[in-house]
DNA sequence: TTATCTGCAAAATTTTTGCATCGAT
DNA sequence: ATCGATGCAAAAATTTTGCAGATAA
């Protein structure tokens, strides 16, 4: 799916809930999908004003509030308080897992589409509906400039 | 593991980490482990102040942390910026992922262990060392008094 | 005794809100 | 024209920190 087609589906699903469709929102969405990445709100709003300077605190909150509700990204804390709140675009239950390295932050993202069937059969199980599934699994990665890479 | 066990555990990580174990360290754990579920930091300084009120936000904010650090408890947020930031007893890997009902917020926790493997052989696969995991599914659930319970 | 811990209050952070103005329909 | 959206600044909420006095080793 294209980041136009994203852009249009994300006007469309306003239109539907009687918003309105301005130039901030499809700025920040824009920019948020072509980012294509995790982001806290400070990156964003600093990319944002890259191309609109006088673009609000409050805006990119409100706008990433709504791609959260419609669906379009999830919002996410891998850690304690002191880490940021961080903002994953994701289209339409297109599920995907993390892995995360406790040393160098660096994430790893992965889709295992076995491992959700099994999630909806638990949750079935257990008298739920499922609607939403967050697998994220903490360790030490092998990259060269991880500190604490484990020797060869 | 009883209460008395764990307490016992505390105190030696303590003690091993060269740091002081005092009576409102005692305390705050052990009421921690005896409310024995999910707590934010307001609902365990309430209960911590019930036998000792001169207790202070900080203390508890810092013991929080340190049971994190040992091992004895995981720091969650089930939800966006708004849902607070709630502490789970849990003692050494004893995994458990979480089912979490979106409109009652009703939690319910379960284990499955060839779950954990396989989550395990998922990171060595992408040459993780998997220190922690966790699950948690998000749906609606069937209880009795939850607001969007599917009629019968 | 000495280093750590505690409680308080202040500070730092993060997120939300009120309101006047602006812009989309 | 109308009603929602935006930007600013202030407020609210959450978490951390500095410091003086208290406590464990």
Do not use: W
Request: aromatic share 8%.
């Amino acid at each position: 799916m294209s980041i136009q087609d994203t852009l249009e589906a994300f006007q469309q699903r306003l239109v539907e809930r009687g918003l309105k469709s301005t130039r901030q929102r499809g700025l920040i969405v824009e920019t948020f999908f072509e980012l294509d990445r995790h982001v806290n709100v400070d990156e964003l709003l600093l990319e944002v004003r890259k191309r609109r300077a006088s673009t609000g605190y409050a805006t990119v909150y409100r706008t990433l509030k709504l791609l959260v509700d419609l669906g379009f990204a999830n919002e996410r804390r891998f850690g304690g308080p002191e880490t940021p709140t961080i903002y994953d675009p994701s289209f339409e239950r297109d599920e995907h897992f993390h892995l995360i390295c406790l040393e160098c932050q660096h994430i790893i993202e992965f889709r295992d589409v076995p491992l959700e069937k099994r999630h909806e059969a638990i949750a079935r199980e257990q008298g739920f509906t499922l609607q939403q599934q967050t697998l994220d699994l903490y360790g030490h990665c092998t990259r060269e400039n991880c500190p604490r890479r484990p020797q060869a």
